[in-house]
């Protein structure tokens, strides 16, 4: 069944969003390293799966019944954090250890350092393996209907990696229909432009010959990413991927678009000023019901 987005909901989205990415840029520039583009241009998907989607309880991370999102490009884990720190995993404070000597916030996702995430995750490629894993494990325990959805999220540049395409071809064939995959196709990667360094195009009719049920959205657009959820919900016979087109460095339109900020944060002066001038300028809070 789609999910219910009120007008009221999207505004609160919206507003999220700018905080989280208010605290990416914040985090990153305490750490003097990490990525940029990728986290800024996620902001939106991740907000909405935190604060919308997902069936998932922060005062009880291990909770049975709770969905799974498992992060295959661990390298954004700045926007995994932002967001669990504002849905209440942790104190928002806590942000500023990012990447700190003995800090559970690493520059990519140590499960056993931080319990509330499902897996840990660096090398690329390997994320979808394991939420296909896990979802077969469901499916022994609890048959088809277990309640439970599973979503992988994954970058276009890590698509270049063919264990991907194993496991989508594995998904396929067991029509897992509680998986859907989010691609954060932003077109970079951190040498280049993606269709420069390994062309992915047609990327729609590559998944769809593994018998993936496929969408393309505008991901910063909250009325699009709920559209494609409740219609992934509503397929019973394959597993669902949403193809998110998204701009690197989304908030920053210095750095938008540009690859260079795929792996590094405002490090001169005027980098840094330029940052959080454009973060400060992120609107307030939305109180519900307006």
């Known amino acids: 069944m789609p999910l219910v987005l009120t007008d009221a909901k999207v505004l609160i989205l919206e507003n999220k969003a700018r905080e989280i990415r208010r605290s990416i840029i914040e985090s990153l520039i305490e750490a003097k390293s990490g990525h940029t583009a990728g986290p800024l241009d996620m902001a939106d998907i991740f907000t909405y799966l935190y604060f ?30 932002a967001t669990m720190a504002h849905a209440g995993y942790f104190p928002v404070e806590k942000l500023k250890t990012l990447r700190k000597l003995g800090s559970s916030l690493q520059g990519h996702p140590h499960r056993e350092w931080l319990p509330s995430l499902e897996t840990s995750s660096g090398p690329l490629g390997s994320g979808l393996s394991q939420a ?36 989508a071809m594995l998904a396929g064939k067991e029509k897992i229909q509680n998986l859907t995959v989010i691609v954060d196709r932003n077109n970079i990667q951190i040498d280049g432009f993606t269709e420069d360094i390994m062309p992915l195009n047609p990327l729609v009719d590559k998944w769809r010959a593994f018998n993936w049920h496929v969408q393309e959205i505008d991901g910063h657009n909250f009325r699009d990413i ?53 973060v400060r300028t992120l609107g307030g809070r939305v109180k519900a019901g307006e």
């Open 132 to 167: 296909i894993g896990m979802t077969l494990v469901d499916r022994i325990d609890n048959g088809k209907s277990s309640g439970k959805q599973f979503y992988c999220l994954m970058g276009d540049g890590e698509l270049n990696e063919g264990n991907c395409w194993e496991a």
């Open 226 to 278: 709920d559209r494609a959820i409740g219609e992934a919900h509503a397929v019973f016979d394959r597993p669902s991927v949403i193809i998110a087109n998204t701009i690197p460095s989304k908030g920053i339109p210095e750095f938008e678009r540009k690859f260079e900020w795929h792996g590094k944060p405002p490090g001169t002066v005027e980098e840094i000023e330029t940052a959080l001038r454009a």
């Open 52 to 81: 919308h989607a997902l069936k998932h309880d922060p005062k009880n991370p291990t909770w049975q019944y709770r969905d799974r999102l498992v992060l295959s490009n661990g390298h954004i884990c700045p926007v995994l954090y």
